[in-house]
């Protein structure tokens, strides 16, 4: 058995990790890649692995870097099926015309571009309506059943907690008279989220596959920071400022909608917070709203008990749900304090982007934080505060109060996850520790080491082991080419001009000396007399 990433390899997005075992190849995600230029420009390669080879695909959620290429995956030739339980079907139906319909929009931009340069106009990635027609391969399954591929392969989804219809997958390969076990933690979830079940805890594996998003830190306690919620909320709001609210359409934002109901029937409060209008800016978000309210076996107990008593979760007094653009457009024009709720989660498209440029610069706001920021986003860098950031191309002040409460996050901390090995009667032989920045990955994999004595392997892109975690010297990764050494490069540079362009803006107080200036100017002289210099080699 072997088993190679192409994707969540010491970062947190692009899942997708191909088996090979018992004469089939299977693949376990096909997301899309966010974040870091180098990483998005992964999005437009060709897949490094023969699309004909895939015998089957399973799914453990509906988040786009889980799921984003499956349509890029279509549209290449892949005609088999592609497994995943019936609430994440519902979710990718609406996510994947969604997101193909981004495609088309950020084509149009670079192609208006390209014509004006004399360049010919080039295709998306993927198209809205390839995101729909890729929904023909799916094949809903449902919790704790057993799906036989062969008589060697079978598997079965458990629930993950992370998201609705996210999965744990348990994979049993028979191969030489013997059957070993191979788990994939997709994404684990938080315990005690709003509306969904916490993670599963499985009996034990061979061999783990594991998520480390959150593998050096850990969370606050969900009851101080729901008290934490409740109070910015009102703060913000008696100041007379909106309460910006970045998150993620499918998931997060459910999630937010059900604690403002909850803080809506307390007594006492309750009464403040019916007159806080709250808005739902995504028309992706509405949708999937639609089917969290339509999926309600996947609800947790405390859920169920709403609606039990004939309350819906994600219903309350003075909810608004945005479709228009021009409604959009609209919230930033009226000055009455209000919550706005919108994607992306990590701020780098979508409605979000101009609900900022109209905030950030307003003391009297907040810029609230409630899921995982990649490096190199918009999302990133306001939370790791910076003074000055671009939206469209404007330089706008970060004068907003910026917030973040992690224990909304929809992944286990480290605790969590050295908890949910700690449950497992059999512990695996060996664990490959994946969707996670790689700072994080090395602490989570020294507590597992130290707590367990379990041998850990963090792979890098394109890497091939075999099951008990040998590097397979044949399978040596060549994909990622010098090309993305040197955008990665470029990348950098880009930020470090950003970050040094903004502190001698905000010099306002002259603390650089003549002397500090004259060295920045003479090394700026220097980096761009080499930049010159390479300009030249192309000609």
């Known amino acids: 058995m072997k088993i190679t990433f192409y994707g969540a390899a010491r970062t947190v997005t692009g899942s997708c990790h191909m088996v090979e075992a018992a004469g089939k190849k299977f693949l376990v995600d096909c997301g899309m890649f966010q974040g870091r230029l180098t990483d998005q420009m992964l999005n437009y390669e060709d897949f490094p692995f023969n699309i004909q080879d895939v015998d089957f695909v399973i799914l453990t959620h509906a988040h786009i870097d889980h799921s984003g290429r499956i349509p890029k995956l279509f549209k290449a030739g892949y005609s088999g099926k592609i497994y995943a339980t019936s609430a994440t079907v519902d979710l990718c139906s609406i996510m994947l015309a969604d997101s193909g319909h981004i495609q088309e929009k950020e084509i149009e931009w670079v192609n208006r571009k390209r014509i004006r340069a004399g360049k010919k106009p080039t295709e998306p990635m993927y198209t809205a309506q390839d995101g729909i027609d890729s929904l023909d391969l799916f094949y809903p ?249 671009k939206i469209f191309g404007e330089e706008i002040a970060v004068n907003a109060e910026v917030q973040y409460l992690d224990a909304f996050s929809g992944h286990a901390d480290k605790n969590g996850l050295l908890t949910w090995i700690e449950k497992m009667d059999k512990k695996p032989k060996n664990i490959f520790l994946v969707h996670g920045e790689y700072p994080a990955q090395q602490a989570f994999k020294n507590a597992v080491q130290e707590k367990f004595g379990i041998p850990c392997v963090i792979p890098s892109y394109e890497e091939s082991f075999d099951i008990n975690g040998t590097l397979l010297e044949d399978k040596m990764p060549k994909y990622k080419s010098t090309r993305f050494d040197v955008l990665e490069l470029l990348s950098f540079l880009k930020q470090d001009v950003d970050d040094m362009t903004n502190k001698v803006k905000l010099d306002l107080k002259n603390n650089l000396e003549n002397n500090e200036l004259d060295e920045i100017k003479n090394k700026l002289d220097a980096v761009k007399e080499a930049l010159a210099a390479v300009k030249e080699m192309k000609k």
């Open 141 to 389: 399954i449902e919790y704790d059943e057993e799906i036989k591929i062969d008589k060697n392969i079978r598997f079965i989804l458990r629930d993950a907690g992370h998201m609705l219809g996210s999965s744990i997958v348990e994979v049993y390969v028979k191969e030489d008279g013997k059957e070993e076990k191979l788990v994939f933690t997709g994404d684990l979830g938080n315990l005690n989220m709003p509306i969904i079940k916490d993670p599963t805890y499985i009996e034990g594996a061979d061999h783990l596959v594991m998520e480390t998003t959150y593998g050096d830190r850990l969370h606050g306690a969900m009851e101080d920071q729901s008290g934490k919620f409740l109070q910015i909320l009102i703060d913000t709001i008696d100041r007379g400022g909106n309460v910006i609210i970045p998150s993620f359409a499918v998931g997060r934002t459910q999630e937010m909608l059900y604690e403002i109901n909850k803080f809506a029937a307390m007594k006492g409060i309750g009464d403040v917070m019916k007159k806080i209008p709250v808005y739902v800016d995504s028309p992706l978000a509405v949708n999937a709203t639609k089917i969290f309210e339509s999926n309600p076996s996947y609800y947790d107990e405390d859920a169920l008990r709403y609606l039990l008593k004939g309350d819906n979760p994600l219903e309350f007094e003075n909810l608004h749900f945005v479709t228009s653009s021009e409604e959009s457009k609209a919230l930033n024009e009226d000055r009455t304090p209000k919550v706005i709720i919108s994607a992306s989660g990590m701020c780098e498209v979508g409605r979000i982007k101009h609900h900022l440029k109209h905030n950030l610069y307003r003391p009297e706001c907040t810029i609230l934080f409630v899921g995982f920021q990649a490096e190199g986003t918009l999302g990133k860098k306001i939370l790791s505060g910076e003074k000055l950031v």
